[in-house]
């Protein structure tokens, strides 16, 4: 395993992060036996950040890794979460200090090492984005998200603070470039790579290289949805405990059939190491030198080994970005393929 620095926090983090959501679904659905094994081998192989949510599970995700880390009492470091609904900004503080108290109680820590924003950010001029979006204003006023997330690290609550890079793109980027957060969680992948690289003619969501921008700040990048919600690994990926459903969409142009279409067109990248699509999109995103992490959900012990072999493995080669750059321009209809 190949280490990385988590941005101005200084903390050492493994390439492969272990994703406790609902789409790989081990952390939310396996046994205690299950889990227990799965983290042991984990840290075995050098996995040493570990990323959930209270909405992942309703609550599950996080009782349940508390419950092997207390077993198994390895030294990680963990990021959760903080949802934040329209009606939570009434009393954002209390919600706040509810959510992180709540959490740390269900993962049995003193201080969690990195607490971050779950909502989308949107500006008023930003009206495309999926979902409900929380206003950029109410992040980065006085009392706001910003300022409150400050609160829980006077308390000594929180060592760092980060968000979810989804919204609307001049948000993120104005969120980024405030200097409050330390960390951000970025979509990146095989099918929307614009978070960390220019692509002329793409047609979904321009992230316009969010991923450089918070490297200025200094900032952590923890890749999210390397497997585009699981659609990049095809029906393997939906085995065991993943779910057996597909949830919505996070950006637009990324519906679960489409995406599954696009992953088709991928199979040019499987060579030398790279055996799988799932391998290809992990190698990838490990080849932007300013990310820190790549989360992979996981529903077996199969995908821990298989996603942990690509640390240090070659990057995709130039021809192949090439090859990339005319699918993504083309909206995976490139004839070639």
């Known amino acids: 395993m190949k280490y990385r620095t988590l941005?101005?926090?200084?903390?050492?983090?493994?390439?492969?992060?272990?994703?406790?959501?609902?789409?790989?679904g081990l952390m939310v659905r396996g046994s205690l036996e299950e889990r227990v094994d799965a983290v042991s081998h984990a840290l075995k192989l050098?996995?040493?950040?570990?990323?959930?949510?209270?909405?992942?599970?309703?609550g599950r995700s996080e009782t349940n890794l508390g419950e092997v880390l207390r077993e198994l009492r390895p030294d990680v470091r963990v990021a959760t979460k903080v949802g934040i609904a329209a009606s939570d900004l009434k009393d954002l503080f209390g919600v706040v200090q509810s959510s992180v108290e709540t959490s740390l109680k269900?993962?049995?820590?003193?201080?969690?090492?990195?607490?971050?924003?779950?909502?989308?950010?949107?500006?008023?001029?930003?009206?495309?984005?999926?979902?409900?979006?929380?206003?950029?204003?109410?992040?980065?006023?006085?009392?706001g998200v910003a300022d409150t997330f400050e609160r829980m690290r006077s308390q000594k609550l929180v060592d760092y603070l980060g968000f979810t890079g989804l919204g609307g793109t001049s948000a993120l980027h104005q969120v980024v470039d405030s200097g409050r957060f330390d960390v951000v969680q970025a979509y990146y992948n095989l099918l929307n790579p614009t978070a960390g690289m220019d692509a002329p003619g793409f047609a979904g969501q321009d992230f316009h290289k969010l991923i450089d921008a918070a490297a200025q700040q200094r900032m952590g990048v923890v890749v999210i949805r390397v497997m585009a919600g699981g659609a990049l690994g095809g029906e393997s990926a939906r085995i065991g405990h993943a779910s057996p459903t597909v949830g919505g969409t996070l950006v637009p142009r990324s519906e679960y059939d489409e995406d599954e279409r696009r992953a088709a067109k991928l199979s040019f990248l499987l060579k030398g190491g790279i055996r799988s699509v799932p391998q290809a999109a992990v190698v990838f995103a490990l080849g932007q030198p300013n990310i820190s992490t790549v989360l992979v959900g996981f529903s077996d012990r199969r995908q821990i080994e298989e996603a942990v072999a690509c640390s240090g493995e070659e990057r995709i080669a130039p021809?192949?970005?090439?090859?990339?750059?005319?699918?993504?321009?083309?909206?995976?209809?490139?004839i070639r393929t």
């Open 106 to 143: 269900r993962l049995g820590r003193e201080r969690l090492d990195v607490l971050q924003l779950h909502t989308p950010v949107s500006s008023e001029a930003e009206k495309d984005a999926p979902g409900w979006s929380l206003g950029l204003a109410d992040v980065l006023r006085s009392g």
């Open 319 to 334: 021809s192949e970005v090439r090859r990339l750059m005319e699918l993504w321009a083309s909206d995976f209809r490139d």
């Open 46 to 58: 050098g996995i040493n950040y570990f990323d959930t949510a209270p909405q992942y599970g309703n």
């Open 7 to 24: 941005g101005k926090t200084g903390f050492q983090v493994s390439e492969i992060g272990f994703g406790c959501g609902n789409v790989g």
